[in-house]
């Protein structure tokens, strides 16, 4: 492996712990009707959309495991989870043009319904929860949005960094001759 991408690793994994406070601390003060955003959304999505399926599975399964063994109340959900937005970003990026606010915007919102959806029915499914449409909507929307203005607010960050996250990890064979 080469230093850059050793050094680029250990500097998503630092990130990762940035994003972790911000989640646990600062936006606990700022709820819309209770709900936070969810900020390892975007950025397992970014990892899967800048430096590919492989490192986006990776990091989205070792952070989620990470997010499930502090604060989850079971351990896998979210590590299956992230890692599906990890090797969504992958596909996202080989169909559609990360140029666009709107269409990154359009990414981040599927991705936290893909999440939340497949969270809740992971939840329903093994903790024998009631089923609640009304207020698992109410909340998907309320985090969907508060996901969508975070990234309004970051889209020129998540431009400059993913572009060099794209010049490290995704590199363009060229061929000199055909055969």
């Known amino acids: 492996m080469d230093l850059k991408k050793v050094v680029a690793v250990i500097l998503l994994i630092v990130a990762f712990l940035i994003i972790y406070f911000l989640q646990a601390n600062f936006f606990t003060w700022f709820t819309i009707a209770g709900v ?3 900020l390892f959304i975007i950025y397992i999505l970014f990892i ?6 492989k490192l986006g599975l990776i990091l989205g399964i070792i952070f989620g495991l990470f997010i ?21 970003g992958e596909y996202l990026d080989k169909n559609f043009s990360k140029e666009s606010r709107i269409t990154i915007m359009l990414m981040i919102a599927g ?4 999440y939340e959806l497949g969270c809740y029915i992971f939840n329903a499914i093994t903790l024998d929860i009631n089923v609640e449409i009304i207020s698992f909507l109410k909340i998907l929307l309320i985090e969907t949005i508060y996901n969508l203005l975070i990234s309004i607010v970051i889209y020129a960050l998540i431009q400059k960094l993913g572009h060099a996250l794209e010049e490290i990890f995704k590199t363009k064979n060229i061929l000199t001759r055909y055969f």
Not at 48 to 53: E, Q
Not at 68 to 88: A, E, K, N, Y
Request: proline fraction near 3%; charged fraction near 10%; include cysteine.
């Open 36 to 38: 936070k955003p969810n």
């Open 48 to 53: 899967g959309l800048f430096a590919g399926k």
């Open 68 to 88: 499930d063994i502090v604060i989850g109340r079971q351990i896998g959900i979210s590590c299956v989870m992230f890692g599906i937005i990890g090797l969504l």
């Open 111 to 114: 991705s936290t319904v893909i």
